[in-house]
């Protein structure tokens, strides 16, 4: 497809998308968030998209969002491709439906439901194109020929150096996709300001992450409230203060924790109705099954030392200018990312925990590699790749490549035992390895049921063992 053809095919009129892609918009929130309302013209902030429901009833659950001149509301979100699916899914009269709050379509039409409706084509963040090429389910567009597909048994036939180079290529179609994530929120706020959000997002992990994301977004009007001032302390009481995570309850001023409380209060107080508009309804927030390093008290203690580096972004991209050998490459960046020593969070995971008897850092190598895999190092590939530096993309590409490898998780747990017949950890050697995999699981194993029934997978890595074997 030459340029002219891609040209066209971003700028021809959206036509309707299958709803799975809609519900992937939805749940990434790849919209115009500053800029959303419904079909009656009711401005209309996404404070939480909800959790995507796989069973009956509504498509996302437990979504949080406020009208303009209203609190914000907990419900449910419909998600259908026309707008008459309201009645024709007989949702109306279904029970399990009578908590819906926003009914998102993909444009306007004659039938619309008579609950407050978003016409999603109106506000995407990206050609319909480009959102297929990186979202859809069944998009295969990008991914590199010698794994067009996903299993398990043939990849035993492989030599090591090819399936480990497989895996690199998926990393870096990962990479690539993470960018072009950033790269349409950077379109509406710049980069700075993505970056930050970005970092606030990946702070979150599954069950904050848009209450994190939406606290980036905020962080101007914090910083407008803080006329200037780049203290981590103040910062912790706005943002704490926004979060609506500030504890009420205050028992003992002499005790070092009810301490700390009233002079986040004491800074708080002073400042809450400049941004009281804002604050975030406390429900959006979930606390089940988090470890206590994860607290979105703690990270948010950490994310305002961040807003604290003035120059937090030029530094990054000093890092990138820097020779800095393979050992180095976790070091030298936690020394950028790390937060100085904090008086309380260095010795306690949350505002009520008692305190560590030996102190942490608010930033490990563990959650650094998270971070960088997920937005720095592809913050710092877009930066590049736009600004034309093909030496630049290669070292990015380099670094990502030779990171020391993250934690294991769930998914790369099963993912190794049916693809790889391995179940220790240590088959994978760098991060990137870890980030290959996810992406194959997604973009295969995702697609098909638990017997691998019409995966290409399969047949694509025997086609190379074969093509490997006739060249030698």
């Known amino acids: 497809m030459g340029a002219s053809d891609r040209a066209q095919l971003h700028d021809a009129a959206p036509k309707p998308p299958a709803e799975r892609l ?9 919209l115009k968030r500053g800029e959303l ?13 909800g959790w995507l429901n796989r069973a009956s009833g509504p498509d996302f659950q437990d979504a949080v969002i406020q009208f ?31 908590n819906v709050v926003l009914h998102v379509i993909w444009q306007g039409g004659n039938s619309p439901s008579p609950l407050p409706t978003l016409a999603m084509s109106e506000f995407l963040d990206s050609p319909l194109a480009e959102l297929q090429h990186w979202l859809a389910n069944d998009e295969r567009e990008g991914v590199p020929k010698s794994f067009q597909g996903q299993c ?71 910083m407008d ?37 009233r002079k986040l ?25 988090i470890r206590p390093a994860n607290h979105p008290q703690r990270r948010l203690a950490l994310a305002a030392h961040w807003l604290a580096k ?55 190598e563990i959650r650094l590699t998270d971070v960088s895999m997920n937005v720095i190092l592809p913050w710092l590939w877009l930066r590049a790749a736009k600004g034309q530096n093909s030496e630049l993309v290669e070292e990015v590409e380099n670094r990502y490549l030779s990171w020391p490898r993250s934690e294991d998780n769930s998914v790369l747990r099963q993912a190794r035992r ?35 029934a019409d995966c290409p997978f399969p047949g694509l890595i025997n086609s190379v063992s074969t093509g490997k074997a006739n060249e030698g």
């Open 22 to 30: 809609m519900q992937v918009v939805w749940e990434q929130q790849r």
């Open 37 to 49: 309302k419904t079909l009656d013209g009711r401005s209309v902030k996404i404070l939480h998209p």
């Open 68 to 98: 303009a001149g209203q609190a914000p509301q907990t419900g449910d979100i419909e998600v259908d491709v026309e707008s008459s699916g309201w009645h024709s899914h007989k949702h109306d009269v279904n029970p399990a439906y009578r």
């Open 152 to 222: 398990s048994a043939p990849l035993k036939l492989l030599d090591e150096a090819v399936w480990r180079d497989v895996l690199g290529q998926a990393a870096l179609i990962r990479l690539q996709a993470k960018a072009a994530h950033i790269e349409a929120r950077a379109r509406q706020v710049g980069w700075e300001q993505v970056l930050i959000e970005m970092l606030f997002r990946a702070l979150g992990y599954k069950q904050n992450v848009w209450p994190m994301q939406r606290l980036g977004e905020l962080s101007p009007h914090v």
């Open 225 to 261: 409230a803080m006329n200037g001032e780049r203290c981590p302390a103040s910062l912790q009481a706005l943002m704490f203060g926004v979060s609506n995570l500030l504890p009420e309850d205050i028992r003992d001023p002499n005790r070092p924790v009810d301490a700390y409380v």
């Open 265 to 289: 209060w004491d800074i708080w107080w002073h400042r809450r109705h400049v941004l009281h508009e804002h604050i975030l309804p406390r429900d959006v927030w979930r606390f089940n099954g």
């Open 310 to 364: 003035k120059d937090l972004a030029t530094r990054l991209e000093e890092w990138l200018a820097q020779k800095v050998r393979k050992n180095q490459l976790v070091p030298s960046l936690l020394e950028i990312m790390q937060a100085e020593r904090d008086e309380f969070w260095s010795c306690r995971w949350t505002m009520k925990a008692a305190r560590m008897t030996q102190e942490q850092p608010l930033l490990g």
């Open 418 to 452: 049916r693809l790889l017949g391995h179940s220790t950890p240590s088959i994978l050697t760098t991060a990137a390895e870890q980030q290959g995999l996810i992406q194959i699981v997604r973009d295969f194993c995702d697609h098909a049921d638990s017997t691998c």
